[in-house]
Nanobody, 119 residues
């Protein structure tokens, strides 16, 4: 399984960006997809997750500003980021949890994409 992330870049505070991540390869059954981020000098944190049934969770700092969505047919996940703040600056990583019968799971990671929020 390979994940290809795209959409990062430089944006001014208050601006918007959309990150995309497409999975390909031996996907059996997706449990969930999502995004982590890691800012310089900080630990990686879970930003948003969407499960195969459609439920979502967000870290408190992005609630109301970010929207995660998944295209099941394309095995892809997107993160629409609005009202960006300098504190959102980080490398963003997408991931996919693939169900592995019987009862197991495996996590795949995409390459990071840099998001920089600066004037």
């Amino acid at each position: 399984v390979q994940l290809q992330a795209s959409g990062g870049g430089l944006v001014q505070p208050g601006g918007s960006l959309t990150l995309s991540c497409a999975a390909s390869g031996g996907i059996l059954s997706i449990n969930s997809m999502g995004w982590y981020r890691q800012a310089p000098g900080k630990q990686r944190e879970l930003v948003a997750v969407i499960r195969s049934g459609g439920s979502t969770n967000y870290v408190d700092s992005v609630k109301g500003r970010f929207i995660i969505s998944m295209d099941n047919a394309k095995n892809a996940v997107s993160l629409q980021m609005n009202s960006l703040e300098p504190e959102d600056t980080a490398v963003y990583y997408c991931y996919l949890i693939n169900r592995v019968p019987p009862g197991g799971a495996y996590t795949y990671w995409g390459q990071g994409t840099q998001v920089t929020v600066s004037s």
